[in-house]
């Protein structure tokens, strides 16, 4: 008992990264994932993202966690039938119950196995509740640099999902305004 209690009070106390967050999911694109035109259906990459991206929001609050939004995805190459696909996520900044996640998507070179980044994507999860009410997840420290912008520009990402879900009045945008007016 005593060395549960003590388990769960150094979890407690732990800092929490970016990197101990981490998902990475390798598929290959079978037929029944592609279109007409023998490339992969987005629809079924936004799945892998999803499901990747709940692992990383699970990995930090250890919670029941949902959607909230899905924000930045395009597909600027196609990834083929037959292609390896290697996605990578990780919460780049928590708030007060959401967590924004990125998840980076690469594609196997077929002669030098180099992972080439094609995609990536950010999506917003909440910690919930049994009865789904959102609940507050713990705090994170970005270590490298692109985990340190990726955190430093997290809140401009999340006013500006807020404001196109109808959830916040423009003016009270502070962080998105400041990048307008910097
Ligand atoms: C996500 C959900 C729990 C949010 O509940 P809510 O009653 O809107 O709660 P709140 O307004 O207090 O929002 C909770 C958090 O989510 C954030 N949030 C809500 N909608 C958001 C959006 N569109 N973009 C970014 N963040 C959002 C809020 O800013 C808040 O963050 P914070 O606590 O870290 O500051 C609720 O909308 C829900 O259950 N949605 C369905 C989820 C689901 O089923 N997803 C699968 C898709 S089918």
């Not at 023998?38 to 892998?48: A, P, Q, V």
């Not at 499901?51 to 899905?70: E, F, Y």
């Not at 970005?142 to 401009?156: I, M, N, W």
């Amino acid at each position: 008992m005593f060395g549960v209690i003590f388990a769960q009070n150094s979890e407690m106390v732990k800092t929490r990264t970016p990197e101990s967050t981490l998902a990475i999911n390798t598929e290959i694109v079978l037929p029944n994932d592609t279109n007409t035109l023998g490339n992969l259906m987005g629809g079924k990459l936004l799945h892998w993202m999803d499901v990747i991206a709940a692992i990383s929001a699970h990995r930090l609050c250890k919670r029941v966690c949902v959607t909230a939004s899905v924000n930045n995805v395009t597909f600027p190459k196609p990834i083929k039938l037959g292609d390896i696909v290697t996605l990578r996520s990780k919460v780049s900044r928590s708030f007060s119950s959401s967590m924004e996640i990125y998840i980076d998507v690469y594609v196997e070179d077929r002669s030098t196995s180099e992972q080439l980044k094609v995609n990536e994507a950010i999506y917003t999860f909440v910690a919930v509740d049994q009865l789904g009410n959102p609940i507050s997840v713990p705090a994170i420290e970005p270590v490298t640099e692109e985990e340190k912008a990726r955190f430093d520009g997290a809140l401009r990402r999340k006013q500006l999902s807020l404001i196109l879900a109808g959830k916040m009045k423009p003016s009270d945008a502070t962080e998105l305004k400041a990048l307008f007016e910097g």
